[in-house]
């Protein structure tokens, strides 16, 4: 008998479910019921849920849709660590790298030649060269790093940076509430996480019971989705998401904020 039609009612049929069902490690299958795509990468994702259209009959292609869409506005957090790209290259790249590095030594020592003998104005042109030969040795040891993966260089002069809104689809909203008393009803079981940033303590969970929210600490709070209800006293607000959200709770305010905020406020990292 078919038991599931969405997503929404794997999130509620619980990880020890699925588990035994597909034999999927129960860390991963939070991962992805959770939506946590920053922490999963795309060949590993794809396959747990296929496995899960295939197990449960479901159509997830929505869910692929939204991954898809997360990889390619996060293409640089999403990328490999270095030691891990340097590992999958050819035996040449040790070689391009100290031929680099040998340019770089003579560039630079050359550089200090000819500033000691040439004046001010001359200098300057001496550092514009240096700087120029630099970016281009960076980008011959750059060929082949990556097929999908651009990597960040630090030059030695100060250089605009141009940095993609990584959560272009959600706008800083005003503050949804202010008050001394709350909490976020899940329509749907969902995964978040609540950090204080004051002591920089962090909690998670999967529920679907009310999230009480103490609004005299300043707190960052990531979630699954955005299908719930914030309650407090005065009455409540609805949202309908089916989208990670991000919350900030400050001065007894709760607003909802973008995930490039959150990420500069939890220092660069997802979660």
Not at 119 to 147: A, F, G, H, I, R
Request: hydrophobic share 40%; charged share 25%; aromatic share 6%.
């Amino acid at each position: 008998m078919k038991l599931c039609k969405t997503f929404e009612d794997l999130q509620a049929l619980g990880i020890e479910k699925i588990h035994e069902q597909t034999h999927i490690s129960r860390d991963k299958i939070e991962l992805v019921m959770s939506k946590a795509y920053a922490e999963i990468g795309r060949v590993q994702f794809m396959g747990y849920i296929s496995i899960l259209e295939r197990e449960y009959g479901i159509d997830l292609s929505g869910i692929k849709e939204e991954y898809t869409a997360f990889y390619q506005n996060n293409a640089a957090m999403l990328a490999p660590k270095a030691s891990v790209i340097l590992q999958a290259t050819s035996n040449s790249k040790p070689k391009w790298v100290l031929a680099g590095l040998a340019t770089i030594g003579l560039l630079i020592g050359g550089g200090y030649l000819l500033q000691g003998k040439l004046s001010t104005s001359p200098q300057e042109e001496v550092l514009k060269l240096t700087t120029s030969e630099l970016e281009v040795v960076n980008e011959v040891k750059d060929v082949n790093v990556s097929d999908t993966n651009e990597t960040n260089i630090t030059l030695p002069v100060a250089l605009p940076v141009v940095t993609a809104d990584v959560n272009k689809s959600v706008k800083p909203i005003k503050p949804l509430i202010s008050s001394k008393e709350l909490s976020i009803l899940p329509k749907y079981k969902v995964w978040y996480g609540m950090i204080d940033t004051a002591s920089g303590v962090k909690t998670q969970n999967i529920t679907k019971d009310p999230i009480l929210i103490d609004t005299t600490k300043s707190l960052l709070i990531i979630m699954g989705h955005g299908r719930v209800e914030i309650q407090y006293p005065e009455g409540k607000t609805l949202l309908d998401d089916k989208n990670t959200v991000y919350f900030l709770c400050e001065q007894g305010s709760l607003k909802q904020i973008t995930q490039k905020e959150f990420m500069e406020r939890n220092g660069g990292k997802n979660w």
